[in-house]
């Protein structure tokens, strides 16, 4: 089974600087329910691992993140998209839970709930505590420039990777760069083609 572990937040939909806390906050980045629907063509099962602290912080409830997640998967679907499964942490900062990235809980539970482990699972998200969370769960990781990585852009390719170790020093080892969801599944895609 080819298995992908994305962000939500910044890597799917607009990242907001409070939360999306209603479907009407909830809007799909450009390219990206389009990318989600070749990555899922080419074989791949797609799950979401994301961070909703609202819930523990008191500014949304469960019945809010449930209709977001119905709206984003009704646009998936018109796109010709699926994602398989969404693992939140519905915790807040200090309740100091295991699952709350960059530790690596929500990646633990995908592992369980696929039996598989995760060497070749590829995490990817705009966050940094994203590809944290994954490389502690063991996955190859990728940072997309959108969202909180977004100040990053134009930054990624050769001769760069001197200043992006000072902007990102705790960037896990061997993490790979991408302008966006779009542009990661162009690079998943074409390991694909190469090793078949």
């Given at each position: 089974?080819?298995?992908?572990?994305?962000?939500?937040?910044?890597?799917?939909?607009?990242?907001?600087?409070?939360?999306?806390?209603?479907?009407?906050?909830?809007?799909?980045?450009?390219?990206?329910?389009?990318?989600?629907?070749?990555?899922?063509?080419?074989?791949?099962?797609?799950?979401?691992?994301?961070?909703?602290?609202?819930?523990?912080?008191?500014?949304?409830?469960?019945?809010?993140?449930?209709?977001?997640?119905?709206?984003?998967?009704r646009?998936?679907?018109?796109?010709?998209?699926?994602?398989?499964?969404?693992?939140?942490?519905?915790?807040?900062?200090?309740?100091?839970?295991?699952?709350?990235?960059?530790?690596?809980?929500?990646?633990?539970?995908?592992?369980?709930?696929?039996?598989?482990t995760?060497?070749?699972?590829?995490?990817?998200?705009?966050?940094?505590?994203?590809?944290?969370?994954?490389?502690?769960?063991?996955?190859?990781?990728?940072?997309?420039?959108?969202?909180?990585?977004?100040?990053?852009?134009?930054?990624?390719?050769?001769?760069?990777?001197?200043?992006?170790?000072?902007?990102?020093?705790?960037?896990?080892?061997?993490?790979?760069l991408?302008?966006?969801?779009?542009?990661?599944?162009?690079?998943?895609?074409?390991?694909?083609?190469?090793?078949?």
């Amino acid at each position: 089974m080819k298995l992908l572990i994305l962000d939500r937040d910044g890597t799917i939909n607009r990242s907001r600087d409070d939360y999306v806390a209603s479907p009407d906050e909830w809007e799909a980045l450009p390219g990206a329910l389009e990318a989600v629907a070749r990555i899922n063509q080419g074989g791949w099962r797609v799950v979401l691992a994301t961070n909703q602290s609202g819930i523990g912080r008191g500014l949304f409830d469960m019945a809010s993140l449930n209709a977001i997640h119905a709206k984003m998967h009704r646009q998936l679907a018109a796109a010709g998209a699926r994602v398989e499964a969404v693992f939140f942490c519905p915790h807040a900062p200090e309740d100091g839970c295991h699952c709350r990235k960059p530790e690596p809980g929500l990646f633990e539970q995908i592992g369980v709930r696929f039996g598989m482990t995760l060497a070749n699972v590829p995490a990817a998200g705009n966050a940094l505590r994203h590809v944290q969370a994954g490389a502690a769960a063991g996955c190859p990781t990728h940072l997309l420039l959108t969202g909180k990585s977004e100040h990053l852009r134009g930054r990624a390719g050769p001769g760069a990777d001197a200043e992006l170790a000072m902007l990102l020093p705790h960037l896990p080892s061997g993490t790979r760069l991408h302008e966006d969801l779009p542009a990661f599944a162009d690079w998943l895609l074409a390991q694909d083609t190469a090793t078949s």
